[in-house]
DNA sequence: ACTTGCCACGAAACAAACTTGCATCGAGCG
DNA sequence: CGCTCGATGCAAGTTTGTTTCGTGGCAAGT
């Protein structure tokens, strides 16, 4: 009977019904702790969220799978590697058909320089994020990716000076 | 003398170590597949850079003490948590004195929803990247953050329509 | 109300990866 | 020339991740 009492407990913790991929409160418990740091012990993550190791497991695999965690990566220090410049570039297109815009995306998808890439509404068209190792370099990029493109109208450079909070993780509440 | 002898071994253990070991070869090959998977085996690595186990280990340790990895993380879809709106936000200040500029640091850094931070030069102070659930709650955000905030000039917005290439990859070149 | 099917859970066995200790090799140096 | 130091590879030991299996609750259909 008492046995009874806590299953029913676990259960009642358990309850939200999931017919295909709705994330639950263990989801997003072990989804924030993954998000902080991946390397932490399933085992660790299960008596944290009151669940058994497999279940993690289970649960970790299924997010991989349905997309829901979409990778598992190092975040490397920038300077460490030599690329210690961060820079922010708001590009202006002439032409917007979908061709071009396709052919401007393709541009900055190619380039290892381009760490992040939106394609935005409001005055601009793009918002990329640069990593570069000097100014030289920039200036080099800025060649190679916009005044060898005939549809860029123009471009403003934001240099950055204090990387306050850089990451890509989201909020699980 | 036994005393002698064992301060200075503590003394030798407590010495800090070279600050920036350099990187070599071997190294940025590492950190080149950790970028982009960090849950490959050790052993694949070392067949792939041409090292034994222990020795990627090794290395690897060595990078995450020194700095050079700053932390394993997932990458989480922020659509599946509810945060399908990105958006960049220019904000302009009043003053820039010191003070004023670390208090709007701290204010930044402190919001779940700001995802990155930057402190940049330019026409502009910073550079927000911002996660929310639906432009409503960006309303409620900008008013939490910048018009309940004096010292905030102006601000420009500009929502992402197509995350064309978001990551924290460093270039290994 | 009972039963059936389904799904998620936990316990334990199993496999794989990580970690450590030890001997060896080569480079720098007295 | 011999020494020390650092890094490597191999092998054993330990932790972690994965699979299997049995149990119990919830929903749907008798």
Redesign the interface.
């Known amino acids: 009977m008492q046995v009874c009492f806590v299953a029913s407990l676990f259960c009642r913790i358990a309850v939200p019904e999931n017919p295909t991929h709705p994330?639950d409160a263990f989801d997003?418990a072990i989804?924030a702790i993954?998000?902080?740091?991946?390397?932490t012990p399933q085992r660790v993550i299960g008596e944290r969220v009151n669940l058994s190791a497999p279940a993690v497991q289970r649960r970790i695999r299924r997010m991989e799978q349905s997309?829901?965690?979409?990778?598992?990566?190092?975040?490397?220090?920038?300077t460490?590697?030599g690329?210690p410049i961060?820079i922010?570039v708001e590009v202006e297109l002439v032409s917007e058909t979908a061709g071009d815009i396709d052919e401007a995306?393709r541009r900055?998808?190619a380039a290892?320089?381009?760490?992040?890439?939106?394609?935005?509404?409001?005055?601009?068209d793009?918002?990329l994020v640069v990593?570069v190792p000097s100014m030289a370099a920039y200036e080099a990029l800025t060649r190679r990716l916009f005044f060898d493109n005939a549809n860029i109208r123009k471009f403003?450079?934001?240099?950055?000076?204090?990387?306050?909070?850089?990451?890509?993780?989201?909020?699980?509440?």
């Open positions: 994330l997003r989804l993954l998000q902080q740091d991946n390397t997309g829901v965690i979409q990778a598992n990566v190092a975040i490397v220090d920038p460490a590697l690329h961060t922010f995306k900055f998808l290892p320089e381009v760490q992040q890439c939106y394609y935005v509404t409001g005055d601009v793009f918002m990593l403003r450079t934001f240099v950055a000076m204090d990387r306050v909070k850089a990451g890509l993780a989201v909020p699980v509440t």
